[in-house]
C-alpha cells in the first residue's frame, strides 16, 4: 500500500508518499481500505514538532518519538471501507461504508488501516460522500462533546469563537440546532460560510475584540490558544458557561477555581470521542441539521501542499485528503 509518511519533525516538506506492506487485521479488528483523511492542525503540529501548549513538548516528545517519529504514518480522522474483518467481529462487514477516528494510533494517511472494531466507527451518513465524511469526525465529536457540556437551551446566546475551524464549524451548526442564538468570530474571509452554516451574528476579530464590546452571553465556546481567559470570563452573564478546546495551562487551573467561587462555569475537559457522538452526529446529518464545510480536497501526492492550506489558516472549512484511487 501507499502511506503519506514523515520521517523526521520539521515543515510541510517532509511529507512523502512510500510504500508499505498491507496490515491484516487481529481477531477483533477490522481492515479498512481508506478513502479520505482530514489533515488538522494536530497533524500539522506532530509533523512539525511545533505546538501552541508548551509544558506539553516533554511528554509528546517521548510519546512520539525523541530524534524522529515513532509512527511515521498521521491521521486520525477518515473514511473507508471494510475490507476484511476478524474472525471475533460480528459489528460490521465487507464493503461497509464508515467512518470515525483512529484515537492514538493514527494511520490515516495509509491505503489501508487496521483498527479494533470497538473504536469509535459508524456507518457513513447516506447522503455524504468519503470526502464529506472524512471531514466530519474531529470536528462534529469535539463540537458535540462541549455544546452537550454547555447544556445550551433554547434562546440563550452562544459565541464561538474561533468559528471558521473544524470544531468551531461544527459548534455553530450544533448550538444553532439547540435553538441558541448563535456569535461568531473569526476572520473576514469566513463570514459568509459561517454565515451560511447558521451563525445569526458575525465579529472580525482583526477589528473588534467581542470580549471589550460589552455584550454578555450565556455561552463562550473558544478554540484560539491565545484568548484571554478572563476577558472571555467577563464576557459571561451572570451564570454563563465558558468552555475551552485549546486551554492554556494557567486557564486549566483557572477553570477549577471560576467554578468554586463565582455562580459562573468553565470547563476544559477533553472529548472522549465516542462511538454514541458519533452516531448522534451521523443521524443529525441525515436529519439535514449539520453539515461539513469541505475547503480543498488533495491528492497524496500533494499532502506537504494540503499541511501548508491547513497551516496558513486561510482555508474556509475542512482540508481532506484522498487515500488511494
Same mark, same amino acid.
Not at 455562580?263 to 449539520?290: C, P, Q, V, Y
Given at each position: 500500500?501507499?502511506?503519506?509518511?514523515?520521517?523526521?519533525?520539521?515543515?510541510?516538506?517532509?511529507?512523502?508518499?512510500?510504500?508499505?506492506?498491507?496490515?491484516?487485521?487481529?481477531?477483533?479488528?477490522?481492515? /479498512?481500505?481508506?478513502?479520505?483523511? *482530514?489533515?488538522?492542525?494536530?497533524?500539522?503540529?506532530?509533523?512539525?514538532?511545533?505546538?501552541?501548549?508548551?509544558?506539553?513538548?516533554?511528554?509528546?516528545? /517521548?510519546?512520539?518519538?525523541?530524534?524522529?517519529?515513532?509512527?511515521?504514518?498521521?491521521?486520525?480522522?477518515?473514511?473507508? *471501507?471494510?475490507?476484511?474483518?476478524?474472525?471475533?467481529?460480528?459489528?460490521?462487514?465487507?464493503?461497509?461504508?464508515?467512518?470515525?477516528?483512529?484515537?492514538?494510533?493514527?494511520?490515516?494517511?495509509?491505503?489501508?488501516?487496521?483498527?479494533?472494531?470497538?473504536?469509535?466507527?459508524?456507518?457513513?451518513?447516506?447522503?455524504?460522500?468519503?470526502?464529506?465524511?472524512?471531514?466530519?469526525?474531529?470536528?462534529?465529536?469535539?463540537?458535540?462533546?462541549?455544546?452537550?457540556?454547555?447544556?445550551?437551551?433554547?434562546?440563550?446566546?452562544?459565541?464561538?469563537?474561533?468559528?471558521?475551524?473544524?470544531?468551531?464549524?461544527?459548534?455553530?451548526?450544533?448550538?444553532?440546532?439547540?435553538?441558541?442564538?448563535?456569535?461568531?468570530?473569526?476572520?473576514?474571509?469566513?463570514?459568509?460560510?459561517?454565515?451560511?452554516?447558521?451563525?445569526?451574528?458575525?465579529?472580525?476579530?482583526?477589528?473588534?475584540?467581542?470580549?471589550?464590546?460589552?455584550?454578555?452571553?450565556?455561552?463562550?465556546?473558544?478554540?484560539?490558544?491565545?484568548?484571554?481567559?478572563?476577558?472571555?470570563?467577563?464576557?459571561?452573564?451572570?451564570?454563563?458557561?465558558?468552555?475551552?478546546?485549546?486551554?492554556?495551562?494557567?486557564?486549566?487551573?483557572?477553570?477549577?477555581?471560576?467554578?468554586?467561587?463565582?455562580?459562573?462555569?468553565?470547563?476544559?475537559?477533553?472529548?472522549?470521542?465516542?462511538? *454514541?457522538?458519533?452516531?448522534?452526529?451521523?443521524?443529525?446529518?441525515?436529519?439535514?441539521?449539520?453539515?461539513?464545510?469541505?475547503?480543498?480536497?488533495?491528492?497524496?501526492?500533494?499532502?506537504?501542499?494540503?499541511?501548508?492550506?491547513?497551516?496558513? *489558516?486561510?482555508?474556509?472549512?475542512?482540508?481532506?485528503?484522498?487515500?488511494?484511487?
Amino acid at each position: 500500500m501507499k502511506a503519506v509518511v514523515y520521517r523526521i519533525y520539521g515543515p510541510a516538506e517532509v511529507l512523502q508518499v512510500e510504500e508499505f506492506e498491507n496490515p491484516v487485521p487481529k481477531d477483533n479488528e477490522i481492515l /479498512i481500505k481508506v478513502r479520505a483523511a *482530514e489533515a488538522t492542525k494536530a497533524d500539522c503540529e506532530m509533523r512539525s514538532f511545533h505546538f501552541p501548549v508548551k509544558w506539553f513538548w516533554l511528554p509528546l516528545r /517521548i510519546a512520539l518519538g525523541i530524534r524522529k517519529p515513532k509512527n511515521p504514518i498521521l491521521g486520525g480522522y477518515f473514511s473507508g *471501507e471494510v475490507e476484511s474483518i476478524g474472525k471475533g467481529v460480528s459489528k460490521f462487514k465487507k464493503g461497509d461504508r464508515i467512518f470515525g477516528a483512529t484515537k492514538l494510533r493514527m494511520g490515516a494517511y495509509g491505503e489501508y488501516l487496521c483498527l479494533p472494531a470497538n473504536y469509535t466507527l459508524a456507518t457513513i451518513p447516506s447522503n455524504m460522500s468519503f470526502e464529506e465524511a472524512a471531514a466530519v469526525p474531529l470536528g462534529g465529536l469535539n463540537a458535540l462533546h462541549f455544546m452537550r457540556r454547555a447544556n445550551v437551551y433554547k434562546g440563550e446566546t452562544v459565541l464561538v469563537n474561533g468559528a471558521g475551524g473544524s470544531i468551531g464549524a461544527f459548534g455553530v451548526q450544533i448550538a444553532k440546532a439547540m435553538g441558541a442564538e448563535v456569535t461568531a468570530v473569526d476572520s473576514a474571509i469566513k463570514e459568509q460560510m459561517l454565515r451560511d452554516i447558521g451563525a445569526d451574528h458575525f465579529i472580525d476579530y482583526a477589528k473588534e475584540n467581542f470580549a471589550k464590546s460589552g455584550r454578555t452571553y450565556d455561552v463562550i465556546f473558544n478554540m484560539v490558544a491565545r484568548n484571554s481567559y478572563s476577558e472571555s470570563i467577563n464576557a459571561l452573564k451572570p451564570k454563563g458557561r465558558y468552555l475551552t478546546a485549546n486551554p492554556k495551562v494557567s486557564d486549566m487551573l483557572r477553570t477549577f477555581l471560576t467554578s468554586l467561587f463565582t455562580k459562573k462555569s468553565a470547563t476544559f475537559a477533553f472529548a472522549g470521542e465516542e462511538e *454514541e457522538e458519533l452516531i448522534a452526529l451521523k443521524e443529525m446529518i441525515e436529519a439535514g441539521k449539520l453539515k461539513p464545510v469541505v475547503d480543498k480536497v488533495y491528492p497524496m501526492e500533494q499532502a506537504a501542499e494540503a499541511h501548508r492550506r491547513v497551516e496558513t *489558516e486561510q482555508r474556509i472549512g475542512t482540508v481532506v485528503i484522498a487515500v488511494g484511487s
